[in-house]
C-alpha cells in the first residue's frame, strides 16, 4: 500500500462511486470487494473498479492512517441473481449482522485520533436501528427521517 500511505480517504465499499463529484478523487483510496463491468438495460456501462480489492471486515491499513472513512456497504439481503441493483450495489452475506460488526470496528480501527466516519444506509430491506446496533458506537449526527426519507447519513466520530 506505499503509494496509497499519504490518502486522507477511505472508502472501502465504494462500488461504483455513485455519490462522488469526483469519482477519481486523488485523496480517496476506493476499495471494494468486487471488480466488475455489467452493461444496464439502457445500454451504460456500470463499472466496479477499485484502486484496492479488499475485505471490509479486515482492511489492509494501518491503524489510524485516515481522517476520513466513507462506510456505505450494500443494503440487500433479498436479490436476485440478475438484478440490476445487486449488480450496481452489491448484496449484503447471510450473516450481514457480524459482518457490519467487523465492518464497523475495522473503519474504526483506520480512522486517526479525532477522525470522521460518515456512513450511508438505505431502509431498503433491514432498518437503520438494527444496522447501527452492529456499532460499538453511536452516531454524533444523522438525519432521523424515518422510511420517509428511504437514505439515511449518519457522521461518526472517533472516540478518545
Not at 5 to 29: A, E, M, N, Q
Request: positive net charge; charged residues 25%; proline residues 6%.
Amino acid at each position: 500500500m506505499n503509494s496509497n500511505t499519504s490518502k486522507r480517504v477511505l472508502d472501502p465499499c465504494s462500488g461504483s462511486r455513485v455519490f462522488y463529484f469526483d469519482r477519481h478523487h486523488p485523496d480517496v483510496i476506493f476499495g471494494d470487494n468486487r471488480t466488475e463491468t455489467h452493461t444496464l438495460c439502457d445500454g451504460r456501462q456500470l463499472h466496479i473498479s477499485p484502486d484496492v480489492n479488499l475485505d471490509v471486515t479486515a482492511l489492509p491499513f494501518s491503524d489510524g492512517q485516515f481522517k476520513l472513512v466513507i462506510f456505505d456497504p450494500p443494503h440487500l439481503l433479498r436479490a436476485g441473481p440478475k438484478s440490476w441493483i445487486a449488480a450496481k450495489y452489491g448484496k449484503l452475506p447471510g450473516n450481514w449482522k457480524e459482518m457490519l460488526r467487523k465492518g464497523f470496528k475495522e473503519c474504526f480501527r483506520v480512522l486517526s485520533d479525532n477522525g470522521v466516519l460518515v456512513f450511508k444506509w438505505s431502509e431498503i430491506q433491514i432498518t437503520a436501528r438494527e444496522v447501527l446496533a452492529c456499532s460499538e458506537h453511536m452516531p454524533l449526527v444523522g438525519n432521523k427521517m424515518g422510511k420517509q426519507s428511504g437514505t439515511h447519513w449518519y457522521i461518526f466520530m472517533k472516540p478518545n
